[in-house]
């Protein structure tokens, strides 16, 4: 359902914005081939994937990044924030880069914005991958003190991200790999205001959801989640593999909702296995 925020602020390089109805869009593109577009989660920017992920999946992919509405480098615009409106958002910016398909990787609350990507601009969509992913945030939601927590945008950077990083992995794996999360985490990234991740937050808890419509996606789609996240607990995915028509499920043990950094590598070649049509390596 949602992603981390940095362990610190600053401005990462980005090319330049593209203009996207009402907002200017900051994205980057890695590698060459089939296009891969990634939709990033709650309060996330660009900046925030593993970028050993990222250097896996662009040796086979052309994979494009991005900032949200209102996060990072990508301007918030005048229209309301709504799950709906992102989706829109990531459908104009493949537009603006000329792509006329892509595989499509969703993240948290970016797999909401991927689902509805995939219902509202079918075309448009080669295969699907949801990592940590829900279909409605009613279903099988974070308990009371979990959401508590990670709405808290009070104190400094660097202790808003410790308190999201206690909720995002298992605290035997964080305690034993500390110092590579800090590498990862520690990197200059863009910031964002409180205020427009108040609104990113409201464009959740305001979703109907699409568990209903869950039938219509005859896409390909992989699902993938950890056994011990309680951001996006895993009856989400299990949901998920039961109404999606043409889904395949991926459960890792240990892993929380930060899965994609636990196993960086492990999850490349998942999705890559996946997308080529070749023989996953788990």
């Known amino acids: 359902m949602l992603a981390a925020l940095a362990l610190t602020s600053g401005c990462a390089s980005r090319s330049s914005p593209v203009r996207i109805g009402d907002i200017e869009m900051a994205y980057q593109v890695h590698g060459k081939g089939p ?12 900046d925030l994937w593993d970028p050993n992920v990222i250097k896996a999946l662009s040796t086979h992919f052309k994979v494009i990044v991005f900032d949200n ?34 595989h499509v990787l969703g993240w948290s609350m970016g797999t909401e914005v991927a689902l509805e990507l995939t219902l509202r601009h079918p075309d448009k969509i080669d295969k699907l991958v949801l990592c940590a992913g829900d279909c409605s945030m009613q279903a ?20 808003q991200g410790e308190r999201l990083l206690a909720l995002m992995f298992p605290q035997d794996w964080l305690k034993e790999h500390r110092v590579y999360i800090k590498e990862v985490f520690s990197r200059s990234m863009a910031s964002s205001s409180p205020e427009n991740i108040r609104r990113q937050a409201a464009a959740m808890d305001t979703w109907k959801g ?11 789609t992989l699902l993938v989640t950890g056994t011990e996240d309680v ?50 390596k788990q």
């Open 35 to 46: 296009a891969l577009v990634m939709i990033m989660g709650f309060r996330g920017t660009m």
């Open 210 to 220: 699409c568990a209903d419509r869950l039938p219509q996606i005859k896409t390909a």
């Open 69 to 102: 509405r209102g996060m990072g480098g990508t301007t918030a615009g005048n229209r309301e924030f709504t799950i709906e409106q992102f989706a829109d958002d990531t459908a104009g910016l493949l537009d603006a880069l000329g792509v006329d398909r892509a």
């Open 140 to 159: 099988f939601p974070p308990a009371p003190d979990v959401l508590e927590k990670l709405y808290d945008t009070s104190g400094s950077p660097g202790e």
């Open 231 to 280: 951001l996006t607990p895993p009856q989400n995915s299990y949901m998920l593999a039961e109404k999606l028509p043409n889904a395949r499920l991926v459960t890792l043990e240990n892993a929380g909702h930060g899965v994609i950094y636990q196993y960086p590598e492990r999850f490349a070649q998942i999705v890559i296995g996946f997308l080529e049509g070749t023989s996953e």
